[in-house]
C-alpha cells in the first residue's frame, strides 16, 4: 500500500510565491544592471519583502528540520559557488555574504545554541528578538536604535561583515549579515508557537512543486535568468 506524502502544504506555498516573487526581482534587477533598461523605480521595499519573508519562512521551518548538519554543508557548498560564480560573472558586484551565506551561519548558530533556545518562553522569545531586529537593523549601514547611537568606528575597521560590521572597503553584491537577520530567523522561529498549520496530502500545483524546491531554484534561477536574457539581448 502506498504511503501517501503529507507536507505542511501553507508553508510550501508561502515559500513558493516568495520564489516566484524573487524571479522577478532578480529579473527586473538584471534588467536593469546589465541590459540597459531603467525602470525609474526603486526596488528596495520589494526585495526587502522577499527576504523578509524568507527568513521568516526559514525560522519557523526550523522546527521541522532534523539533520542540520547536512543542512549546514549544503549551504556552505552552495555559499562557496555563489561567492566564486558572481566573482567570475562581474568582481565588483561579487557576492561575498548573501542571503545563502546568512542561511548557513543561521543553521550553524541554531546548532550551537538550539537546546538553549528551546528553554525561552515563546513570548518572549518573540518580543525580545523583535525589538533587538528593529534596533539594530541598520547596524551595517554605521548606526543602530533608529540612527540615535553610532558604534565604535573601530569595530568596523575590523571588517567583521559576517557579524554586520564591515569596512570601508567591504562591498558585497547581496549582504545579510548575521547581526540584524538572526533575530528576523528567531522571530520566524517563536512565531511557530502562535500560528498552527496542519500536515495535508501534498498539494501538486506549481506554487507548492516551486516552494519545495526553492533552494534549487534559488541556485539556478539566475543562471537561467542570464541565459535567456544573453538570448534575447546579446551579452
Known amino acids: 500500500m502506498d504511503t501517501i506524502k503529507k507536507r505542511y502544504n501553507a508553508i510550501d506555498f508561502l515559500r513558493g510565491f516568495t520564489i516566484i516573487n524573487m524571479i522577478i ?6 534588467l536593469e544592471n546589465f541590459y540597459g533598461f531603467n525602470f525609474d523605480h526603486n526596488f528596495y521595499y ?17 522546527h521541522f528540520s532534523n539533520n542540520f548538519k547536512k543542512k549546514f554543508l549544503i549551504l556552505c557548498g552552495l555559499s562557496l559557488l555563489i561567492t566564486l560564480g558572481s566573482y567570475v560573472f562581474s568582481k565588483e ?3 561575498y555574504f548573501g542571503i545563502i551565506h546568512f542561511f548557513a551561519g543561521a543553521t550553524l548558530v541554531h546548532m550551537l545554541i538550539k537546546k538553549y533556545i528551546k528553554k525561552i518562553n515563546p513570548k518572549l522569545g518573540l518580543i525580545v528578538n523583535t525589538i533587538l531586529f528593529v534596533c539594530l537593523k541598520r547596524i551595517y ?7 540615535k547611537l553610532i558604534p565604535p568606528k573601530a569595530l568596523y575597521d575590523l571588517n567583521l561583515f559576517i ?13 545579510f549579515p548575521l547581526i540584524p537577520w538572526i533575530f528576523l530567523f528567531y522571530m520566524g522561529y517563536f512565531l511557530f508557537d502562535f500560528i498552527k498549520f496542519t500536515k495535508k496530502e501534498a498539494s501538486h500545483n506549481i506554487i ?10 534559488y541556485f539556478l534561477h539566475q543562471i ?10 546579446g551579452f
Open 208 to 217: 507548492n512543486i516551486m516552494g519545495r524546491h526553492s533552494l534549487l531554484i
Open 25 to 30: 526581482y532578480h529579473g527586473l534587477f538584471d
Open 163 to 175: 557579524l554586520g560590521l564591515p569596512s570601508e572597503n567591504f562591498s558585497s553584491g547581496d549582504y
Open 141 to 147: 549601514y554605521g548606526s543602530i536604535f533608529f540612527g
Open 93 to 95: 558586484d561579487a557576492i
Open 46 to 62: 520589494y526585495q526587502q519583502y522577499i527576504c523578509i519573508s524568507f527568513i521568516l519562512i526559514s525560522g519557523y521551518s526550523t
Open 224 to 233: 537561467l535568468l542570464i541565459g535567456i536574457f544573453s538570448l534575447i539581448f
